[in-house]
């Protein structure tokens, strides 16, 4: 999430969206993701799916959310050992 929080349940989300201002949660992002949470946390199966979609889209708007690494950081490349022929 932008502010560094993580959400893994959809409890979660719905305390995420329930601290949004009372100006955000009624715009038209925010009340179709809350109707999908709603549908999602009593039947399940595709809701789940599409309820983190609309969660996205309201969260990040027409941005798309970050993917993998967001902060540019390098990380640990694996097998890249040297040998001692290579020295």
Same mark, same amino acid.
């Given at each position: #999430?932008?502010? %560094? ?13 329930? !601290? !949004?201002?009372?100006?955000? !949660? ?7 993701? *809350? ?5 999602? *946390?009593?039947?399940? %199966?595709?809701?789940?799916? #599409? *309820? ?22 390098? @990380? /640990?490349?694996? @097998?890249? /050992? ?6």
């Amino acid at each position: #999430m932008p502010d %560094g929080t993580t959400i893994r349940t959809i409890g979660e989300a719905a305390e995420y969206a329930i !601290r !949004r201002p009372k100006t955000v !949660r009624n715009t038209e992002p925010w009340q179709r993701a *809350a109707k999908v949470l709603h549908e999602a *946390a009593e039947h399940g %199966g595709p809701f789940v799916f #599409m *309820a983190r979609i609309n969660f996205y889209r309201a969260v990040y708007g027409d941005q798309s959310p970050p993917i993998g690494n967001p902060q540019g950081k390098k @990380g /640990r490349k694996w @097998g890249k /050992r040297k040998l001692a022929r290579d020295e």
